[in-house]
């Protein structure tokens, strides 16, 4: 067995941990040649099932909870194979109708599809169909395709893949990354063309799932993720990620549930597969056998009893057993999703990334319609406050509007605040929306990525600007509007008693704060051991920044992923954090936890986290206090 394939046999259950049944159990050894990131080289007791298709288990990094079975749908590997033929004079007539006739089919696919996003997810993300529409009709690519089936008598794909492929291979080679990204646009378009063409399905295409699926894929980037239909995504597994990298974070917000950092599941698992995706416990398994589904049923059961239990609780304040009232609020990645915000009972919108706004576009958003989308946000929660981020585009967040270029250290390169400054056109239009909006509820701005005084009194004299600009222009605008900026590198930290005399409240990027002060980068898989939100570094850094802000009289809130996980949340509200904002589903979870906890156990535990060294100490100690006060909690994990 060790030397035949053990993957067709057997599912691993881990070292010792075999069960009886209907199986037969023995132990395997698993040498070099089968060790992968679900095995260790070692002895396994494995359970061999007995039905054709045995059971396996892929391990990865939970990213959004969840359960769903269904079938497997690779996303981005097909090949095009485009058949040459020669065709006699008296054809060619023939073969330019069919590609009238192609153009005529892609065409309507298109419009659908716009249309169908634009229901989903709002008008400004749909753009990238009316790109592809351009595209379509383009007079110079059907132009020279026709050309090319008169001169050389081939078939009409054949020609039109040579003349889409030279243009796209000429993007590929161009420095500037907008318009490397238009390479990509025009084979999207070019392939479901000659699919019309050719007679097939357009199964490798996201937007075309035709039943729910789960997706499979080496990534997916957020962008994608936005846009994804959750009626036929059910799930999606990917090879790189992380539990902060924006497309879990996004899948966390859209409810969809996610399993990350598998390292190579897309070349291991295969379309029309069955699959089992576990989002709390980061698994897939594949063939899952009727035991592995009675048992998840139970895992099922369990989760929605304490979503309702936690439902009740959405009235109710996040106060602690001694009075302390925490600002409860909800990260907000999509308008739509405001609707959520009520719905989980968070207390207003602590982050709106603004910049979703801003991907899948073919131009920047004019300053109406950005005002717009605030406006509607605002309103609809008023009274409660919405801070709304500026636009933080650039590290995994990539839009082809900023054409970057390829940068070595994307992470560390021209993203949010330093895009913002040198696109002074850009920001203002930004800026001058959400002022416009401001009339409309209890509006609030964020300016991400600060690392120096020079950067927020920039951002704060344009600020200043536009409020001049508008009152000129006798626009009306919340002359009060509360500025705040985000505390997330390790820079801001250490000049937080500085920044602090300038804004209203600092609110903590964990996610990034990790990435740059522990130099972990947040995507990389390899490396997600050791994102550490305990590391004593970071919960050092967190007291320092309350103890500023506190010293200068503002409020300071968490927005990064820590906030959204209950076994933290006494550490943060030890540490003086007010206000918590997470993605809206892990609100209630949240909420119960405050509303068991003392705010006097929370600080004890702050302050002997602040003198450990290591962060399985803290993280032990904290996960203590949550399992004394709160042990539902912790059954209730996983
Ligand atoms: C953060 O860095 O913690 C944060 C909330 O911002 P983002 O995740 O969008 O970088
Ligand atoms: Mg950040």
């Known amino acids: 067995m060790v030397n035949g394939a053990w993957q067709e046999f057997g599912k691993v259950f881990g070292r010792g941990a075999g069960r009886g049944g209907l199986f037969n159990e023995c132990w395997i050894f698993v040498n070099d040649n089968f060790i992968s990131n679900t095995l260790e080289k070692g002895y396994y007791q494995v359970r061999i099932d007995m039905s054709e298709k045995g059971e396996i288990t892929f391990r990865g990094i939970p990213a959004s909870g969840g359960v769903c079975r269904g079938r497997v749908f690779v996303f981005g590997t097909r090949q095009l194979h485009v058949p040459y033929r020669d065709i006699p004079e008296e054809d060619v007539a023939a073969e330019l109708k069919r590609l009238e006739q192609a153009l005529i089919i892609t065409r309507k696919q298109l419009k659908e599809m716009h249309q169908s996003l634009r229901e989903r997810v709002g008008s400004h993300d749909a753009d990238i169909f009316e790109a592809h529409l351009l595209v379509l009709d383009d007079p110079a690519l059907i132009g020279e395709a026709t050309k090319l089936v008169k001169s050389t008598m081939c078939n009409v794909e054949h020609a039109y893949h040579e003349v889409s492929e030279k243009y796209a291979q000429a993007f590929d080679s161009m420095e500037d990354e907008y318009l490397r990204e238009r390479a990509v646009d025009l084979r999207d378009v070019s392939h479901r063309l000659l699919n019309n063409l050719m007679g097939q399905d357009d199964h490798d295409h996201l937007y075309a799932l035709s039943e729910p699926s789960i997706v499979v894929g080496h990534d997916l980037t957020p962008s994608t993720t936005a846009m994804l239909d959750r009626s036929m995504v059910l799930g999606f597994a990917t090879d790189v990620g992380s539990k902060t990298s924006h497309t879990a974070i996004l899948a966390r917000a859209l409810k969809i549930p996610a399993v990350v950092g598998f390292h190579d599941i897309s070349k291991r698992l295969e379309n029309d597969q069955t699959v089992l995706l576990d989002g709390h416990s980061g ?177 704060l004299e344009l600020l200043e600007t536009c409020k001049r600009e508008l009152a000129e222009e006798g626009v009306a605008f919340d002359e009060h509007i509360e500025t705040g900026i985000m505390i997330e590198t390790p820079s801001a930290v250490m000049v937080a008693d500085d920044l602090a005399s300038k804004v209203k409240f600092f609110s903590i990027g964990t996610n990034d704060l990790i990435q740059y002060g522990l130099a972990v980068d947040r995507t990389n898989d390899r490396i997600a051991h050791l994102y550490e939100p305990t590391a004593p570094s970071i919960v050092r850094s967190i007291k320092q920044t309350t103890k500023a802000a506190h010293a200068a009289g503002i409020r300071v809130g968490v927005c990064g992923e820590m906030a959204g996980e209950p076994d933290l949340v006494p550490l943060l509200l030890g540490l003086g954090v007010d206000e918590l904002s997470a993605s809206a589903p892990l609100v209630p979870s949240v909420k119960y936890l405050i509303r068991r906890l003392k705010l006097s156990e929370a600080r004890e535990l702050a302050e002997q986290a602040v003198t450990m060294r290591y962060s399985h100490e803290i993280l032990d100690a904290s996960r203590a206090l949550v399992q004394r006060v709160a042990p539902e909690m912790v059954v209730n994990q996983g």
């Open 283 to 459: 698994l897939v398994i594949l063939n899952p056998s009727d035991q592995t589904l009675f048992e998840y049923g139970h895992v099922i059961r369990r989760h929605e009893d304490k979503e309702a239990r936690l439902a009740k609780l959405r009235e109710m304040p996040a106060v602690t057993l001694d009075g302390f009232q925490v600002a409860l609020e909800a990260n907000l990645d999509q308008p739509s999703e405001s609707e959520d915000v009520m719905k989980f009972g968070a207390d207003g919108v602590g982050l709106f990334r603004s910049e979703y706004l801003f991907l899948n576009r073919s131009h920047w958003p004019e300053e109406k319609i950005q005002a717009e989308v605030y406006a509607e946000v605002a309103s609809k929660l008023a009274p409660k406050p919405v801070v709304i981020r500026t636009l933080d585009l650039g590290a995994d967040k990539l839009s082809s509007l900023t054409k970057s270029g390829v940068e070595s250290n994307p992470a560390l390169g021209w993203r949010a605040i330093r895009f913002c400054l040198d696109n002074e056109g850009i920001f203002k239009m930004q800026l001058r929306a959400i002022l416009r909006a401001s009339t409309q509820g209890n509006l609030r701005i964020m300016f991400p990525m600060i690392t120096s005084m020079s950067e927020l009194d920039r951002a």
